[in-house]
Each structure stands twice: as C-alpha cells, then as structure tokens.
C-alpha cells in the first residue's frame, strides 16, 4: 500500500463514485416501490448470485471464510449491511445530491478513523486536500452561489447517512487488515464473495426486521426488476470489486477522497434528467476536487 497515483488507479477510484452517484439517483426513485432494507437485501442477494459461479471455491471447507469468520462477518455486516441499509433509509427523506454531499464527510472520517483507531499520523496535506475538496463539494451544492448555503436544511436521513460514512470509514479501514498475500485475496470475486456471504445474511436479518414492523409492501414489476439489477451489478458487485482494488493500492485515506466526486456525478446526472446543461461551477467544483486528491496525495510531514 503506498500513495503513488498511478492512471490505473484513478481509473478504479473513479469508478465508485460514478456508479454510488447512481445508486442514490436510483435508491430515490424506488421509494414507492420497495421498502429500503427488503431493497438492499435484494441487492445482496442478486450480487450473491453473480458471484457464486465466479467465486465459488472460497466457499469450500477449511477457506479463510470459515476460519477466520469474525473478520468477514464483520466487513460484511460494515460495508454490505449497515452502509447500504442506511443510505437506502436515508433516501426516503432525502435527496441523492444531500445524501451524496454528507457522504462527502468520508475523508475526515477515513483521517479520524485511521488516526485513533490505526495509529496512521495525519499530514497536513490531507487537511488541505480535505479542505479543498469539500469546497467544491459546497460549491455543487450552492449552485455557484455561496448565499445559497443558508437556504440548507438537513433532515433525519442526512443524519442517517452521517452514521453510514462512519461505519463505511471503518470498512475501508478493515480491508487493509486483511494481508494482501492471503489466499483468499488470490481471486477478487471470492474475496467479495466471502463479504456478501455474510453481507447478505446481516441484510436478510434487517429486512426480516423491517416486514416484522408491519406496513409494508412491494410492487413487483419491471421497474422494480431494472432497479434491482442496476443496484447489483453497478453499486454492488463493480464498484466494491473497484473500491477495495483502490484501497489496498493507495490506502483509505487517499481513496476516500475520490467519494467527493459522488455529489458532484449526482448533480449531474439529475441535470441530465431534467435534460438541463452542466454550469460553469461545475467544471470549476470538479478541479478543486481533484485539487483535493492531488494534494493529499503529496508525500511530507506529518
């Protein structure tokens, strides 16, 4: 793991944000359709499926999965049941673009989790670089005009996504503590696999949860069909097969600088389904966000 920015590695961490803008775009439009942890769960389940041919020997007895199960329940149940349950929650009473921008937070937290939890010092160019790419972060959302910051409101769903960027600062963290020369990190599917495995039986427990709450139902159909299938084989399976390619090239802290691009890829693409044209601020929000990443990049002091 090292902090070099190589163009294969910005190619993986370019990916996420991309296809995680879409899953909130995606997340609020099935709102009336499904409740968001019987959502998730299907996620899950879907993406459990796309693995098994791909990854299915991690399944054998005797695999890392099994004997080493407390670590891969408990990265399934940080990255594939808490995060994505609490986004999904979240956007029944919010907006992709405010989900997107708190989960903009996400390298303070990756810097505050390593810190106390990792011993991992903190550079001063990582503040800088977290300073600067959540100004573009605000600029997306002002619209280019600061006195637009005022009008905010934050509701509990942006609550709910701040408890999901923490919980996803500890994933990332816990990736790196599986070596990079286990067995089971041989193929990425099965490393995946081994997450989902637990990731969906933690998704299952919450949805069960959720129908025993009462009130609740499903509209099956094509929409639902689509939005499923996009949920699992873009947010879920490629951006996660991505995201911990990422993560132990350059570490969490590095990489969670790219999930800034998130909003800015979410207010786009509401753009592009109002059939409106991408603004001035827009380019302006984009290079100080990869400002951001490049500067925290720079190796100095800590």
Do not use: K
């Amino acid at each position: 793991m090292n902090d070099r920015l190589t163009p294969g590695t910005v190619a993986l961490l370019l990916i996420p944000p991309t296809l995680w803008a879409g899953n909130a775009v995606v997340g609020r439009v099935a709102v009336d359709l499904v409740p968001p942890l019987t959502l998730n769960f299907l996620r899950w389940a879907v993406a459990l499926l796309l693995l098994l041919p791909l990854g299915h020997r991690v399944l054998r007895a005797g695999s890392d999965i099994w004997r080493q199960w407390p670590r891969y329940a408990l990265l399934g149940l940080l990255g594939v049941g808490l995060y994505n349950s609490l986004q999904y929650l979240a956007l029944h009473t919010s907006t992709p673009v405010n989900v997107t921008l708190v989960a903009a937070s996400m390298p303070v937290w990756m810097l505050i989790v390593g810190r106390v939890f990792h011993g991992v010092a903190i550079r001063p160019s990582q503040i800088l670089g977290s300073v600067l790419s959540l100004v573009g972060v605000a600029l997306v959302l002002s619209h280019g005009e600061w006195a637009q910051l005022r009008a905010l409101r934050f509701v509990a769903g942006d609550l709910l996504m701040v408890l999901a960027t923490i919980f996803w600062a500890f994933y990332s963290w816990q990736l790196t503590r599986v070596p990079a020369d286990a067995p089971i990190r041989a193929h990425w599917a099965g490393f995946l696999l081994g997450q989902v495995v637990y990731g969906a039986a933690w998704s299952g427990l919450f949805a069960a949860l959720e129908w025993g709450m009462g009130g609740q139902r499903v509209v099956w159909g094509w929409p639902l069909a689509a939005t499923v299938a996009f949920v699992a084989i873009g947010p879920a399976v490629i951006a996660f097969r991505c995201w911990g390619a990422g993560v132990q090239r350059v570490g969490p802290t590095l990489a969670g600088f790219f999930n800034n691009l998130t909003p800015l890829i979410a207010a786009l693409l509401s753009l592009g389904l109002l059939g409106e044209y991408p603004h001035g601020y827009h380019a302006l929000a984009f290079l100080l966000i990869i400002g951001g990443i490049v500067l925290s990049s720079r190796r100095g002091p800590a």
